[in-house]
Each structure stands twice: as structure tokens, then as C-alpha cells.
């Protein structure tokens, strides 16, 4: 893993913002985050949450850590990721879709257009005449479903499906301590 200036130095205590979002994810992730259980009494001691599907803010602001669960599968996605990039100094590939596409990826030896045909127009008990949604309040979806590190820059990865409780437990204590995140054999793993 890279290394890190600390990002809770200890002489200039202030709580870490911190920022998440769940691109073409699950939400597993999250809960797995939240599965800190009584520990998220201790953690909200030194970080405050910025745009989070755990907050109601809208836009981001200038943050230490983003945490990204999910892969990118629509044009969205892509421009959620760049702001996040641009406002978090450390960003992190939560859980195997971010990381690698995850399962949602299997859809890359599918051809999109036929994907989109069969579920919304030739699924058995379809309605006659159903079409594919074409709201341009819709985000397109992109041919292939990629990890985060092909459209930017990724600080850290935090493996699994999801990542345990106790990984994102040691992950951000360690970071909040200023030391590189240090997993250890116990806590990585990609299932
Ligand atoms: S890595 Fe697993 S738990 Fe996390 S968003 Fe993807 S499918 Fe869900």
C-alpha cells in the first residue's frame, strides 16, 4: 500500500471529514461500514460525515477521505467519482466492485443493447408496446462496467464483498492515527 502523511495529525486535532457514496454498488459495503456496531460511537469522536448515503448533503466539500463502494456502470457514476476525486485528498476503492467491477461486471461478455432489450421489452409478461427507458433523466449506462482505477486515481483499496466490519474498524483507525493502513492476513480477503 502507499504510504500516507498523517491525516489526523496529533498536534491539530480536528475531526477527518469524511465523504462515501455507493456508485454501481450494492450498499453492501456500507453496512458492512456500519457494522462497526457500538464502535461508530467512538469513530464519530474523530470524523464527521460530508455527502454520504448516511448524511442528507448534496454536494461535496472539501474532504480527507472518500470511500467509493461500486464500480462504474452508467455515465453517472463517472461524473460522481471525478468530484470526489477532485475534493477528497484520500480516496479509497471500497469492496471488489470498486475494486475490480465486482459481480456486476459479468455483464461485460453481454452486449448492452440486447441486455437492455431483453429485460424491458421482451421479458416474458412485458406490457405490448414497452420500450426501453429513454428519459433523459436517466444516466446512460456505459458499454462495460469498470473498476474506479481506470477513470482515476485511487489511493487505497480496501478489499472484500464487502470488506468485514473489523477490516474497515482497523483501516480507519489506522489512518486517523496517521500510520499506513495495515490489514494484516486476517482481514483480506475477496469474498
Ligand atoms: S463489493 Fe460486494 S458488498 Fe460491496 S457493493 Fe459490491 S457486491 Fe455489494
Known amino acids: 500500500m502507499n504510504s500516507l502523511k498523517p491525516l489526523y495529525p496529533t498536534h491539530q ?32 469522536e474523530h470524523i464527521e460525515f460530508d455527502r454520504s448515503p448516511l448524511t442528507d448533503i448534496k454536494q461535496i466539500g472539501h474532504c480527507d477521505l472518500g470511500l467509493i463502494e461500486g464500480g462504474l456502470c452508467n455515465s453517472e457514476n463517472v461524473v460522481v467519482l471525478k468530484e470526489f476525486r477532485a475534493h477528497c485528498k484520500t480516496l479509497v476503492a471500497v469492496g471488489a466492485c470498486a475494486i ?30 414497452s420500450v426501453i427507458p429513454n428519459d433523459p433523466e436517466l444516466p446512460l449506462p456505459l458499454n462495460k462496467v469498470h473498476p474506479i482505477h481506470e477513470v482515476v486515481h485511487v489511493d487505497y483499496f480496501l478489499p472484500g464483498c464487502p470488506p468485514s466490519a473489523d477490516a474497515f ?23
Request: aromatic share 8%.
Open 100 to 129: 475490480n467491477g465486482g459481480l456486476p461486471a459479468q455483464r461485460n461478455h453481454l452486449d448492452l443493447a440486447q441486455m437492455l432489450h431483453d429485460v424491458y421489452q421482451s421479458r416474458p409478461g412485458m406490457t405490448v408496446g
Open 169 to 191: 474498524w482497523q483501516f480507519l483507525t489506522d489512518l486517523m492515527a496517521g500510520r499506513t493502513p495495515h490489514l494484516g492476513h486476517g482481514l483480506m480477503h475477496y469474498d
Open 13 to 44: 486535532p480536528r475531526k477527518l471529514k469524511v465523504a462515501t457514496v455507493s456508485l454501481a454498488g450494492c450498499f453492501g459495503c456500507h453496512m458492512s461500514f456500519l457494522d462497526i456496531d457500538e464502535r461508530l460511537l467512538e469513530l464519530i
